[in-house]
């Protein structure tokens, strides 16, 4: 076979997926390869795929199944990400029709095992080195307004529910200087938003420096007009980086901040290390200096164990803190964790119902918070086009969708006034100089 010209990557999961799938569309386009065109054939399919649940990881395999064409033939196929990494040798055991099998931290590799793979040689990669694939990635060249950048990777905290620190390795953070200059390619090219992403991103350190310090100095670039990062553990939310939330104006008033379950007895099944008075004073902490903050969190419902009465308890603290979003998922036990051996698994059905009521309970809390912002002005970060003509759509310091008439493009930042809540976004209308004042 010869090497292949164009390639597509689909990312699934979570954010750092993204950020890789990204990573390595760049690597293949400084390697003289080019994304394929919508409903082109690509030559080359990257899976990028997430073990963090059952479902997710099953999709890997049905994907690979669906990439055999009409005449028989198939792209080369490349599986990245978690399950490449959880299963690695077995993936190609369980399907054929995968040529590359490559780990999140072993993808700057891939150059190398495409040459392989289309002289017929199929190989697997699923290192986890301590030195940084990052050395061996292209700078940052075009960005979108929002760009995320990957800080730090890996989890040493063991919840028992969890694959991550199994897929992703240790807790390892990213020196300094490199975040720096990434950050500055990125800015260079387009950024105005960036996210730094990490597992447990609140974790990360590097000479002495925190978060908070980082986030610090990144404020000072001048044309990078607002910082985010996630995910937090709640743990890990020192008080540098909570006063951050009150003193740096570029720091957005948004805090993803997991709590898995509001009951004590369930929290340390899940080893989680923090009760739920401490994640509530914690919550406390940060709304003191930034009354306005956003937060939102994940859920499990029916970890093995849970009771009726620890499941209401998860209501409650759902009640405690008014999520302005969150993610819920029912319990999907994985091979090799703790918990997935652990007596009293709940039945399908009562997880059905407990994830029913917590998500009409959290969209009631998350309806709240966007109506509570109808009718206050605020600042947008054009990021696309509306659906309609003269309609473009930006964030909001929360996070929130917002549709303005207006023919700012994308990537300037608009002062408006909410005047609407719908059920997936907010319309706003821009103001005036005078009214912006
Ligand atoms: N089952 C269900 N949900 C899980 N999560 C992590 N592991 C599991 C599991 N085994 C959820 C947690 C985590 C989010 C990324 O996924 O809520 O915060
Ligand atoms: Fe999925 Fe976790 Fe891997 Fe992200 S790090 S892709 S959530 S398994």
């Given at each position: 076979?010869?090497?292949?010209?164009?390639?597509?990557?689909?990312?699934?999961?979570?954010?750092?997926?993204?950020?890789?799938?990204?990573?390595?569309?760049?690597?293949?386009?400084?390697?003289?390869?080019?994304?394929?065109?919508?409903?082109?054939?690509?030559?080359?399919?990257?899976?990028?795929?997430?073990?963090?649940?059952?479902?997710?990881?099953?999709?890997?395999?049905s994907d690979v199944g669906r990439l055999r064409r009409e005449d028989g033939s198939k792209p080369l196929i490349a599986l990245a990400g978690c399950v490449a990494q959880a299963e690695g040798e077995e993936a190609r055991a369980?399907?054929?029709?995968?040529?590359?099998?490559?780990?999140?931290?072993?993808?700057?590799?891939?150059?190398?095992?495409?040459?392989?793979?289309?002289?017929?040689?199929?190989s697997v990669d699923t290192d986890m080195p301590a030195a940084a694939?990052?050395?061996?990635?292209?700078?940052?060249?075009?960005?979108?307004?929002?760009?995320?950048?990957?800080?730090?990777?890996?989890?040493?905290?063991?919840?028992?529910?969890?694959?991550?620190?199994?897929?992703?390795?240790?807790?390892?953070?990213?020196?300094?200087?490199?975040?720096?200059?990434?950050?500055?390619?990125?800015?260079?090219?387009?950024?105005?938003?960036?996210?730094?992403?990490?597992?447990?991103?609140?974790?990360?350190?590097?000479?002495?420096?925190?978060?908070?310090?980082?986030?610090?100095?990144?404020?000072?670039?001048?044309?990078?007009?607002?910082?985010?990062?996630?995910?937090?553990?709640?743990?890990?939310?020192g008080e540098g980086l909570i006063t951050a939330h009150a003193a740096v104006d570029k720091l957005m008033p948004y805090l993803h901040l997991p709590v898995q379950s509001g009951s004590d007895p369930i929290l340390r099944a899940m080893n989680r290390t923090h009760t739920?008075?401490?994640?509530?004073?914690?919550?406390?902490?940060?709304?003191?200096?930034?009354?306005?903050?956003?937060?939102?969190?994940?859920?499990?419902?029916?970890?093995?164990?849970?009771t009726d009465e620890d499941f209401e308890r998860t209501l409650n603290i759902v009640d405690a803190v008014r999520y302005a979003a969150a993610f819920s998922f029912k319990y999907s036990p994985r091979p090799g964790t703790p918990a997935a051996t652990m007596e009293d698994q709940v039945p399908q059905p009562v997880m059905d119902q407990r994830l029913a009521r917590l998500q009409a309970r959290l969209a009631e809390h998350s309806t709240a918070f966007n109506r509570g912002t109808v009718g206050k002005t605020t600042r947008i970060l054009i990021d696309r086009r509306g659906r309609k003509p003269g309609q473009m759509i930006g964030k909001s310091p929360w996070l929130q969708s917002v549709v303005v008439e207006t023919a700012a493009p994308i990537g300037s930042m608009l002062n408006v006034k909410i005047t609407g809540a719908g059920p997936n976004s907010l319309f706003g209308a821009p103001l005036v100089r005078a009214e912006a004042a």
């Open positions: 076979m010869t090497l292949p010209q164009t390639f597509r990557i689909k990312s699934f999961g979570c954010q750092m997926n993204a950020y890789d799938g990204e990573r390595m569309a760049e690597l293949l386009g400084a390697d003289g390869m080019r994304s394929a065109g919508d409903g082109e054939d690509a030559d080359l399919v990257v899976l990028n795929t997430c073990h963090i649940r059952e479902k997710a990881a099953e999709k890997a395999y369980r399907s054929k029709m995968i040529d590359m099998v490559v780990g999140p931290q072993a993808y700057h590799r891939l150059p190398q095992m495409i040459a392989e793979a289309a002289a017929g040689r199929a694939k990052f050395d061996f990635l292209p700078a940052r060249r075009r960005s979108g307004v929002s760009a995320f950048l990957s800080v730090q990777e890996g989890c040493d905290k063991f919840c028992t529910y969890c694959v991550v620190p199994y897929t992703r390795g240790a807790e390892i953070s990213r020196p300094f200087a490199d975040i720096v200059r990434e950050a500055e390619e990125l800015v260079a090219g387009g950024a105005r938003e960036i996210t730094l992403l990490g597992q447990n991103v609140n974790a990360w350190e590097s000479d002495g420096r925190d978060l908070a310090a980082l986030i610090r100095h990144l404020a000072d670039f001048a044309e990078l007009e607002r910082i985010r990062y996630t995910t937090s553990h709640p743990v890990n939310m739920v008075d401490s994640y509530l004073r914690t919550i406390e902490r940060v709304r003191a200096v930034r009354p306005d903050i956003a937060i939102s969190g994940d859920f499990i419902v029916g970890f093995p164990g849970e």
